[in-house]
């Protein structure tokens, strides 16, 4: 290398490796699976369900912080039919939705992690932080899909939001096999800020809210309790619970990932 290349790639490195003591960025990718906790699902909080990849930005201010800005993209779905529970089979109810959550979360590094200046190129991580979701729960009946948030299906007088607040939380392991790039595995829960990640929440349909309008009304109604393809009747009425009594639905994503660190370790 020449003198002038040589004294270039020290300037710049002495630039970054100053600003590297405030952060050192990364960038991730990430895939594995989804789950979900909510009516149709109440026990299980480990029953993969779909498909989840996504992709980061970090920014590691020291051995143990980071701050990321995240997207994952998932999919959910539960089937009461494919339930071990036999009042669950007679509910017969069935949803899949896909899962588009944007979050900020704060990692904390048990050892003194490589990435942000350490020297540990191992640590197990804890994270937490503040997201928003979009969700929007189908189901499937007579061969056509239904977007369940249309036909008010326990007689609500406006439809609910396919967005929500979440907090996310969980833990993982970090390894950084070399200088630049990293591998890694977590686990994590998001508390949903809403009941209807799988459209079911309250009471069944009073009949006298059902829709005057003549093509929407039976699909409503069907929609509403399909117990009767099950018993050859309805199992619903008015004021019985739907669902169970929770508040709010819960989501899970697994995976493992990648990550590329923007600043070389060997300038420190």
Known sequence: M?????LLAITLCSVFAGKS?????????????????????????????GLAVGGFVKANFDPHWALSLNYTNGKIKADDSKSSYEQFRQRN?????????????????????????????????????????IFNPKTTYQ???????????????????TYALSVPFGAGVKYNFKTNWTILANIGYRNAYTDYLDDVSGTYLDP?????????????????????????????????????????????????????????????
């Open 2 to 6: 020449s003198f002038k290349k040589t």
């Open 21 to 49: 003591n405030a952060q050192v960025w990364e960038l991730g990718l990430q895939a594995g699976g989804a789950a979900y906790m909510g009516d149709l699902n109440p026990t299980n909080p480990l029953k993969i369900s």
């Open 93 to 133: 109810l069935s949803f899949n939705s896909k899962l588009h959550e944007i979050s900020f979360l704060v990692d904390f590094n048990f050892f003194d992690y490589f990435s942000g200046g350490g020297y540990s190129r191992f640590s197990p991580y804890l994270y937490t932080g503040v997201g928003a979701v």
């Open 143 to 161: 061969d056509t899909e239904y977007k369940l948030v249309q036909y008010y299906t326990e007689g609500q007088t406006e439809s609910y939001k």
């Open 208 to 268: 006298a809210n059902l829709s005057t309008d003549p093509n929407t009304r039976p699909i409503q109604e069907a929609l509403s309790d399909r117990s009767f393809e099950v018993l050859g009747r309805k199992i619903g009425d008015k004021g019985v619970q739907r669902g169970d009594f929770r508040k709010r639905d819960t989501y899970m994503f697994v995976g493992i990932g990648i990550t590329y660190t923007f600043v070389s370790q060997k300038c420190f």
